[in-house]
């Protein structure tokens, strides 16, 4: 069984930067895409980014420019740096293993305050 656990979270001015990781276990690494979600309080749970078993990143819109996704396969890990902050921002960022169901971890609260 696929667990994931994220890190990095935590408040941040607007402008500033945080890096998120997610750690994975249990399966080999890289044979599933992976992304990163979020949901701020009161909405729907939304995607961020993506990267392929491939290793192609995708991006919703909203953060295109100011986050990256990447990956570790060594350390079976998947980060998400998060640049120019903006308050719109503020969430619990979850990290998704693109499995058959999706397996989500525990997320990660990122607060940026204006």
């Known amino acids: 069984q696929v667990q994931l656990v994220e890190s990095g979270g935590g408040l941040v001015q607007a402008g500033g930067s945080l890096r998120l990781s997610c750690a994975a276990s249990g399966s080999i690494f890289g044979v599933n895409a992976m992304g990163w979600y979020r949901q701020a309080p009161g909405k729907q749970r939304e995607f961020v980014a993506l990267?392929?078993?491939?290793?192609?990143?995708k991006y919703a819109d909203s953060v295109k420019g100011r986050f990256t996704i990447s990956r570790d396969i060594a350390k079976s890990t998947v980060y998400l740096q998060m640049n120019s902050l903006k308050p719109e921002d503020t969430a619990k960022y979850y990290c998704?293993?693109?499995?058959?169901?999706?397996?989500w971890g525990q997320g990660t609260l990122v607060t940026v305050s204006s």
């Open positions: 990267i392929t078993a491939a290793g192609s990143p």
């Open positions: 998704a293993h693109y499995s058959a169901p999706i397996i």
